[in-house]
């Protein structure tokens, strides 16, 4: 049975740092694509970021790029989004998702592109 747990959500000031972890079991994720999305209250559910299970090959959305870096410990079979200079509007639930699709493209940016999904975790920014 695969699982998603998401950690490492918190109250935190803005222009601060938090670092979300993502634990993943229940089967091989070599050969996927781990992404991380975030939903603001009334809002849509949005892309962050997405890497390979590798390591390599990460893409941003604009909102968070230069500020939040996506990377992932295979020893620890672990996914991370370093997030830095945080601003209220990061303010969401934060989740972790999983695809088979390891090869990423634009339709990496799409949650129904995702067949495995955290239950997520708060991230608030306070001005």
């Known amino acids: 049975q695969v699982q998603l747990v998401e950690s490492g959500g918190g109250l935190v000031q803005a222009g601060g740092s938090l670092r979300l972890s993502c634990a993943a079991s229940g089967r091989a994720f070599s050969t996927y694509a781990m992404g991380w999305f975030r939903q603001a209250p009334g809002k849509e559910r949005e892309f962050v970021a997405v890497?390979?299970?590798?390591?390599?090959?990460?893409y941003y959305a604009d909102s968070v790029k230069g500020r939040f870096t996506i990377s992932t410990d295979n020893a620890k079979n672990t996914v991370y989004l370093q997030m830095n200079s945080l601003k209220p509007e990061d303010t969401a639930v934060y989740y972790c998702?999983?695809?088979?699709?390891?090869?990423?493209?634009?339709?990496?940016?799409?949650?129904?592109?995702?067949?495995?999904w955290g239950q997520g975790t708060q991230v608030t920014v306070s001005s």
């Open positions: 890497i390979r299970w590798s390591g390599s090959n990460t």
């Open positions: 998702a999983a695809t088979p699709r390891y090869y990423i493209g634009s339709y990496s940016y799409r949650s129904d592109n995702y067949n495995y």
